[in-house]
């Protein structure tokens, strides 16, 4: 049973065009991240928030933006699409609020997005 | 930053095999934890296992924090276990708090 969603599960889109993609948790977890996946490849984290109002790039660079508004929701905007953009992208988040505090990991099943 | 190297980088086994798949890892870590991306993307939690041991059906994974390695055993393999295991970790160090990925074990399990 899912608790992180992710949609759309997959888009096709022409380049130039503003996309968001978007996460939310129902598990009151107060960190989310966005990991970038290239086919066959590992994760790269790529923006994570430690809350609300709180958000932070990550270890690789991305032209993509993320807001934190609220705690469940964690969306992700390119605002230009580019070929390069082509990949999956996972969103994740852990860590309750109450104990026993869960420290693993959640994933969303991820956006395969497609930029022609 | 924390480095995660995992092997076999490949593995084909008929139904039935039993494998281990290997974890090492540079740094202290706060976190360990084992996925199955499936063929359809999809990144299932296996095992949240910074230390110890942990069973679960055909599945358990062994952590040795001290020697900076992990090990995940897959018993009687079915054609479902097939995909990707990857082993990933949070550095105890500090920096970004996401986990870090090895670049993961490409299993096949054939009928």
């Known amino acids: 049973e899912a608790d992180i969603y992710q949609t759309p599960r997959y888009l096709v889109i022409g380049t130039g065009k503003k996309i968001t993609l978007e996460c939310s948790q129902t598990m009151g977890h107060d960190k989310m991240y966005w990991y970038q996946q290239d086919p066959g490849m590992e994760l790269h984290l790529i923006h994570y928030?430690?809350?609300?109002?709180?958000?932070e790039k990550g270890d690789l660079s991305s032209e993509s933006t993320v807001s934190r508004i609220r705690t469940e929701h964690f969306p992700l905007t390119l605002e230009s699409a580019r070929p390069s953009h082509t990949s999956q992208y996972l969103c994740?988040?852990?860590?309750?609020?109450?104990?026993?505090?869960?420290?693993?990991?959640?994933f969303g099943s991820g956006t395969r997005l497609t930029v022609v | 930053g924390i480095q995660v190297e995992q092997s076999p980088p490949d593995l084909i086994l008929q139904e039935g095999a039993n494998s281990t798949l290997r974890c090492n890892f540079s740094d202290s870590v706060n976190n360990l934890q084992w996925f199955h991306q499936n063929p359809w993307g999809q990144l299932i939690n296996l095992f949240y296992i910074p230390s110890g041991t942990k069973q679960n059906g055909r599945l358990s994974a062994t952590t040795v924090a001290t020697e900076r390695y992990s090990l995940l055993y897959i018993s009687s393999s079915q054609t479902t276990d097939s995909g990707v295991y990857f082993c990933a970790v949070v550095d105890a160090g500090g920096g970004a708090d996401g986990l870090t990925f090895g670049k993961g074990t490409h299993l096949i399990i054939q009928p």
């Open positions: 928030s430690y809350g609300v109002n709180s958000t």
């Open positions: 994740a988040s852990s860590g309750g609020r109450t104990p026993p505090y869960n420290y693993g990991y959640t």
